[in-house]
T-cell receptor, first 107, second 113 residues
Framework: AQRVTQPEKLLSVFKGAPVELKCNYSYSGSPELFWYVQYSRQRLQLLLRHISRESIKGFTADLNKGETSFHLKKPFAQEEDSAMYYCALRIPGKLIFGQGTTLQVKP | DTAVSQTPKYLVTQMGNDKSIKCEQNLGHDTMYWYKQDSKKFLKIMFSYNNKELIINETVPNRFSPKSPDKAHLNLHINSLELGDSAVYFC????????????FGDGTRLSIL
């Protein structure tokens, strides 16, 4: 069955520390993966997609098919990165979201 | 200039009532979605419509009935509300089918008393 797993419900780091939000997926086909972010009192928005291979707000994510992972990384966390992050897998017809990880960046 | 707007933002009602949530997008997208976010923040798709046609119905109770009068609107009507329906409901839209960047509304927080 197709599934997206984000093992950490909450990740708390200090400002300037590296951040890695974990995402693992289960899918037999060719995966297409995304990260969405929801800042406090704002709507959910697309952060990045693996096919773009881009860096947004300092975040990057690399698809590792061998480990079936799509972890989100940032070398130096900022307080404004505090938000809820969702990993999502596209399969024909729909997006499957992970459970979400709350990132808390402390000053 | 809101891209995807939902009304109402908050909805508090009694068990057994019938209620509707409206969604409109002004992005010219042809696909719209409803998601449910439960108390644990788990986000799950309920329905998707493409050009007013139902594409996905994710084993949602038939008390939930989406209606798409045109491409820019996807309303959600819920009959006989139950306690378990308490959640935040998000509307979203995208151009083309799933996989294109989805634009989300602010959500409607439904609380059943």
């Amino acid at each position: 069955a197709q599934r997206v797993t984000q093992p950490e419900k909450l990740l708390s780091v200090f400002k300037g520390a590296p951040v890695e939000l974990k995402c693992n997926y289960s899918y037999s086909g060719s995966p297409e993966l995304f990260w969405y972010v929801q800042y406090s009192r704002q709507r959910l928005q697309l952060l990045l997609r693996h096919i773009s291979r881009e860096s947004i707000k300092g975040f990057t994510a690399d698809l590792n098919k061998g480990e079936t992972s799509f972890h989100l990384k940032k070398p130096f966390a900022q307080e404004e990165d505090s938000a809820m992050y969702y990993c999502a897998l596209r399969i024909p017809g729909k997006l499957i979201f992970g459970q979400g990880t709350t990132l808390q960046v402390k000053p | 200039d809101t891209a995807v707007s939902q009304t109402p933002k908050y909805l508090v009602t009694q068990m057994g009532n019938d209620k509707s949530i409206k969604c409109e997008q002004n992005l010219g997208h042809d696909t719209m979605y409803w998601y449910k976010q439960d108390s644990k923040k788990f986000l799950k798709i309920m329905f998707s419509y493409n050009n007013k046609e139902l594409i996905i119905n994710e084993t949602v109770p038939n008390r939930f009935s989406p209606k798409s009068p045109d491409k820019a609107h996807l309303n959600l009507h819920i009959n006989s509300l139950e306690l378990g329906d308490s959640a935040v409901y998000f509307c979203a839209s995208s151009q083309g089918m799933v996989g294109q960047p989805q634009h989300f509304g602010d959500g409607t927080r439904l609380s059943i008393l």
